[in-house]
């Protein structure tokens, strides 16, 4: 299955917006590149996966992970070609391989745990659970934020990955993610 992801690489700064189910990761990526006018790259697996529910109202299984993360990765690809000097990245690989060990006791193929210790993001926005959790035929854990959160951040410090816990409302999350990343800018 590696040798099916290839992350193109690129000059551009890769900001990850990354955390838990439901806590503002969408309205924050299309936020943040309106805001540095580029591209974000959406979430590959959640019209997969609602697609999925719709006409099967089946949930997402092992055998769904790589075909969403090779959506992913392919749409990461494709927008880099658009994208201005940063991109947004609304998921990763890294959140697929949280999904899979928090929904599947502890497994993710090797292959995409291998792929996030190789591909490349900058920095990392994880998303933190003081918003209200909101209902979806997709989410499944409005009981276990905390413990989805602590996993989320404790995957990153495995991974030795760059990040700030972003809280607060829309607006203080905003402009945040903008100190931030002007900062990262200004180095680059």
């Known amino acids: 299955m590696e040798k099916d992801f290839k992350q193109v690489p690129s000059n551009l700064l890769k900001v990850v917006i990354y955390g838990p ?22 979430e590959f697996a959640r019209d997969y996966l609602q697609n999925k529910w719709d006409q099967k109202k089946e949930v997402c299984s092992r055998a ?45 193929d090797p292959q995409i745990v291998a792929c996030c210790k190789k591909f490349h993001y900058d920095y990392y926005l ?14 499944d854990r409005p009981n276990n934020r905390q413990m ?5 951040k404790s995957t990153l410090d495995q991974l030795r990955e760059n990040y700030s816990v972003l809280e607060g409302n829309q607006d203080q ?16």
């Open 21 to 42: 189910e439901s806590t503002g990761k969408t309205t924050l990526a299309r936020q943040l590149a309106s805001h540095y006018q580029t591209t974000w790259v959406e």
């Open 64 to 108: 769904d992970l790589p075909i969403i993360v090779a959506g992913q990765i392919q749409s990461e690809n494709e927008a880099i070609i658009k994208a201005k000097q940063i991109l947004i990245c609304d998921t990763n690989i890294v959140v697929s391989r949280v999904w899979s060990e928090t929904h599947f006791k502890g497994y993710c």
């Open 126 to 139: 994880l998303t933190g659970i003081d918003v209200p959790w909101q209902k979806d035929d997709l989410r």
């Open 148 to 152: 989805m959160f602590d996993y989320f």
């Open 173 to 188: 999350r905003l402009r945040k993610a903008i100190a931030i990343i002007d900062k990262l800018l200004k180095k680059t």
